[in-house]
Every structure is written in C-alpha cells, then in structure tokens.
C-alpha cells in the first residue's frame, strides 16, 4: 500500500488539530465565528491588540473560558494516543490501552488519595495530585505486567486483559470505598472521576503540563527500542537492546502520560485504542513516525469529541469519557474478533 | 574477525540445569552445526552465546574477554542471532526490518548514517529481497520471511552469525536456498552457527558438527567421525541406516522404523 509521506501526514494533522480547535473555541452559549476567534487569539500579541475589532468580552470568553479547556482537551487526547502506543509496543499487543490494562485506574486510586488526604508536597511544578496519579499509575503497570508474564516470551492478551480488568475492578473498588467514607469530597472525586473536561481551566493545564513535556520528550527517546521491542524481549535482547532500562522507562513514559491525563481530565478510555490504531493505518507501525502521528490523532480526536460532548444536548453536557466510549469499545471489540489469533499470545 | 568460546559453561533456568560443562570454540569462516534430539540444549547454547541468559557458571569468552563485561551493544556489533521464532508484533516491511538491525550501531536516538544506509541495502541484496524491500513481512512466504530475519542480522555486520533452527519449516527449495547462503557467508569469513534437525541437510554444509545429548557436548568432529551409526543411535536412541550420498560422498542418514506390515493383511480383496 502506498502511504502518505510522513512530513505531509503531519502537516495535514497540525492543520486539522488548528481548525478544529478554532471551530472548538466557537462553540458554547456564545457562538463566535472562526474570523473572530483568531481576532481574540491574536489580540494578545503585543501591537496586535486592536487590528481585528474583536470585543473584549469575546477576547475574555476565549481566553479565559474556552482556550484552557480546548488546549486541555489537545494534551489529554495527545497523552491518552502516545501511552496507548507505548502500552502496545510493551505488551506487544495491540488491545493494550491505559483504560484497558488498569493504568487510568491506577492512577484515578492515586489521585483520589492524594485529594482525600489532601496532599500538599510538589516538587517545583509538579503538583501532588498527578504525582499521586503517577504513583498509581506505576504501580498498576507493573503489577499487569508481573501477573501477566508467563516465564519467557510475550504475555498471552487474555493474560494481560484479564489481569488489567481484575485490577481496574479492584482499583475502582477501592476509589469507592474512598468516595463513600470521605463524604466531604465525594462531590470533587465524583465529577472529576467521570472522564470530563466540563469547568476544567488554567490551573489544570498547568498542573499537567510538566508531566505530559515529560512523558512526550521520554517518548521521543524509546520509539525506536519499541521497535525492536516488536520482536519480543528475548530477541530484543539478542539486538543489543538492553530490555531492563527500555522496558522500565516506557513504563515510566507511559504511566506519566497516563496520569497526566486522568489527574486533570478523569478516566477517558479507548482514545489510547483509536488513535494509535488509525496513525498505523496511515503511517505504518514504525513508532518514529508512529508516535506524533498517533499524538495528533488523540488531540484531534479527542477535541472533536469534546466539541459533540458539549452541544449534543446542550445546555446540557456530557462527560467526554461517555463520548470515546461509545466509539472505543465497539472499535475494541472488532479488534478482539478479528485479531483472534493474538488471544492466545504465542 | 572475532572468536567465541565457552570454557566449562554450564547453565539453568529455574534451578535446572540444561547445559553442563560445555567447552567449545567458534573460528571465523567455519559453518558448525549444533545437532541433537529435541531438548538437548541446542537453543540454550545460542542463548548463551548473544548473552540472553547467563552462565550459572563458566564464561561464554568473546575476544577472550568475558561476554558479561560487554555492553548489550557491544555484543550485538559482533554476534547476531536468528531465532527459531520471528513473529513480530506489528506489519513492519522487509526494509524497516533490516533497518532494526543497525540498532546495536545507532543506539536509541542518533539517525541512520549514510553507512548505515549502504548496509542495510547490501544486506537487503545479498539476501536477495531487494525487489521484495517493501513488502509487509507477513505476507512474504516462510523462505523470503526466513531470508528478511537472515538479512536483518546481516545488517547487524556480525563476525558471528547465530541461526536456531533456520530452515525448519521451510521446502526442500528453501532449505537449500537459506543454507547456500549461510554457507557462503561462512565461505566469506563469517563464523556461523546453525541449529539443525536435519541430520542428512547438516552432512551436506557442515565443517564441524557439535552432537549434543541432554545438555552436553557427546561429540565434536568433521561429518565423517559424527554421523556414525553409533554415536546417532545412541544419542537419538532409534536405528539408523547411513549410506554414502553418491552425489558428494558426504553420510546420508535415515531411521529406521521397525514396523512391519504382516505379509497376510495386504491381501485386499479384489
């Protein structure tokens, strides 16, 4: 199959992540015409100020109601996409996703703790709720991937699934129990937990943003250990690929990403299934060109579906994570069906 | 050129032992065949040669150094393995493949250099895949998907080049082909290693011959002194007949079985 060249596919992407943002900033109670959000967009650029005529309760919509959230909604759905390739590349399976394998759950356990507990250490701009997040995150991620190892080889996916379903019911459990016995916070955990991006603003973008710069430079760093990671462990290993120190830091990438994205957003699945698969449909399964492909697909998947999120019912809104669901699990299910043969692992 | 030798090396996965007190040494342009039953140690020896498992004791000596005190790069400069199972996760083309094996001189990050490039190409060529270089792994028959995994270790330049059980699930045609191309390379100063069921294939290429039986050296010598009556039946515990393959004068094997068809039950009726 002839694919697009790589520097074309990413330029069409950024494109289409621009238009769709502008269009996204648009929408709401006040509607405002793509000509005049980049009038607001611009008007913050010294000496541009007055060029476009935009009035200053436009300029102030945008920029304080709507830009946090649509450039949230870029980084979550651009942090989901990377972890999930990154998740693939690691289990060698292409139905692992953070969701999927307990990593969101993990990390929404971490979190909730740290909101509970009402934890207040951070180290310089990484605030403690997503560190918690990580934390959870890691220890999920590593406890899937010892329960699923089988000696040697790949873990078999029903191994790997089912561990990460067993623990995602018990990570979900425990939030719970939290939710339940902290009735103070019950309210915060709650709407934070459904997967939403609905009154999220600056101070969750910053709070995020050292953690996915973080995880996006370490992803940079692993795609090509992934692939040769892609002819399992031990062959890896014979590659000259010193699995120990690519395994643990794409696990480290992955659960940052992870977090990042749970801490501010809340649990959004199946965008770490979609994405990913639909950037090797276009570019092929080299991860070099893989990742940011698979990274601009998530963002603009993921403010598309933010955008139907908020008007399908408007006034009323719906939690976006209910929006990638109904499109990620029937998705997950296909590739269940048709990928049978990757059920039994090797 | 590069030698690989193991002094007494033994070694064990989960406690148990399956090699013990191996002493072997692989010399630049000899093609040496691993042969013995299923079981007898053959992929654990390729293992412990690229460093995948360590020696519970002994050393596996690269260069007369230790392979432990080795970077994982460093060994993957000089030996390439191809092992018996190559099932990648992901649609990779022969090219993208064959580019993998510059890994060990690139390292994460630094881009393929123009050498790099040259390299890959003339292991792409030498494997005869050129006109294949863009096609999807899994759709190349089991001999071209054979020859890619040959090329990507190729790529690795490797002074040795460890195949595990290369032709095994390939036709007679392949067999021929994939071994030819060993032993050229082999002929052309490559150390080379292959795993081999096939005892009578082993006879044909083979300089020197390792007869293993549960985990330890039986033999080591030409075909002529391995392929014995005595040393396969012992070692594979199953009569054999040996003839001389009248097309190169090289042992030509073949169990026998000793089922026999009664003469009475072979009057069918009419």
């Given amino acids: ?21 502008v269009f996204s900033l648009g929408l709401g109670p006040v509607r405002i015409s793509p000509y005049r959000v980049m009038g607001a967009l611009l008007s913050r650029i010294p000496g541009m100020e007055e060029m476009f005529g935009v009035e200053s309760s436009i300029k102030t919509i945008v920029w304080d109601f709507r830009l946090a959230r649509a450039l949230l909604a870029t980084l979550t759905g651009a942090a989901l996409a990377v972890s999930g390739v990154a998740f693939q590349g690691l289990f060698r399976n292409p139905l692992a996703e953070p969701f999927v394998i307990g990593a969101s759950s993990g990390a929404a356990l971490g979190a909730t703790v740290a909101i509970v507990l009402r934890l207040s250490l951070s180290f310089g701009g990484f605030r403690p709720v997503p560190l918690a997040a990580f934390t959870g995150a890691m220890i999920a991620v590593g406890m899937v991937y010892i329960i699923s190892q089988t000696g040697s080889g790949t873990p078999p996916a029903v191994a790997l699934l089912l561990a990460g379903t067993a623990l995602s019911s018990l990570f979900s459990a425990a939030v719970s129990l939290i939710m339940a016995l902290s009735d103070r916070d019950l ?63 794409i696990v480290v990438s992955a659960s940052l990403a992870t977090s990042a994205a749970v801490a501010s957003t809340g649990i959004i699945g199946f965008v770490g299934l979609l994405a990913p698969h639909t950037a090797r449909l276009i570019i092929g399964p080299v991860h070099r060109r893989l990742m940011p492909t698979a990274a601009l697909l998530g963002a603009i998947l993921l403010v598309a579906a933010d955008n139907l999120a908020r008007t399908v019912l408007a006034p009323m809104e719906l939690p976006v994570g209910v929006l990638t669901a109904i499109l990620g699990a029937p998705f997950f299910l296909y590739l269940l069906r048709s990928r049978q043969s990757v059920l039994g692992g090797e | ?168 699930h390939l036709d007679l045609k392949y067999k021929v082909a994939v071994l030819d191309l060993v032993k050229k390379l082999a002929v052309e100063g490559l150390g080379v290693v292959v795993s081999l069921h096939d005892l009578n294939l082993a006879a044909m290429y083979a300089d020197t011959m390792v007869l293993l039986s549960r985990g330890r050296v039986y033999a080591v010598g030409g075909p002529r002194t391995i392929l014995t009556k005595k040393n396969l039946e012992a070692v594979y515990e199953t009569e054999v007949v040996i003839k001389e393959n009248p097309e190169n004068g090289k042992p030509l094997i073949s169990p026998v079985s000793r089922w026999k068809v009664s003469p009475l039950k072979l009057n069918m009726p009419q």
Wanted: charged share 20%; aromatic share 8%.
């Fill in chain 2, 1 to 168: 050129m590069s030698t690989l030798e193991t002094e007494n090396l033994f070694c064990a996965y989960n406690g148990e032992t399956v090699l013990y007190d191996i002493n072997l040494r692989i010399e630049p342009g000899r093609f040496i065949c691993l042969l013995g039953p299923n079981g007898s140690g053959k992929t654990t020896l390729m293992r412990a040669f690229c460093r995948i498992i360590k020696p519970v004791k002994g050393v596996v000596k690269l260069d007369r150094r230790s392979i432990q005190e080795y970077h994982a790069r460093e060994v993957a400069q000089k030996i390439a393995l191809v092992s018996q199972s190559n099932r990648l996760a992901w649609p990779f083309t022969v090219h993208q493949i064959v580019n993998m094996g510059r890994f060990p001189h690139r390292g994460w990050v630094s881009p393929l250099s123009h050498e790099d490039h040259s390299k890959v190409e003339e292991a792409i060529r030498v494997t005869g895949l050129w006109e294949h270089r863009n096609r999807i792994i899994h759709t190349l028959s089991g001999g071209e998907a054979q020859r890619a995994m040959i090329a990507r270790a190729l790529a690795q330049s490797p002074r040795i080049l460890l195949l595990d059980e290369p032709v095994a």
């Fill in chain 1, 187 to 249: 309210h915060q955990i709650f709407f934070w937990i459904l997967g939403s991006l609905g009154g999220k603003s600056w101070p969750q973008l910053w709070a995020m943003l050292p953690y996915v710069l973080t995880s996006f430079i370490l992803m940079g760093i692993i795609t090509r250990p992934l692939d040769i990671m892609s002819f399992g462990e031990e062959a890896a290993q014979g590659m000259g690929l010193s699995v120990r120190n690519a395994r643990f830091i």
């Fill in chain 1, 1 to 21: 199959m002839a694919r697009i060249p790589f520097p074309i596919t990413l330029v069409t992407l950024v494109l289409i992540l621009g238009l769709i943002l």
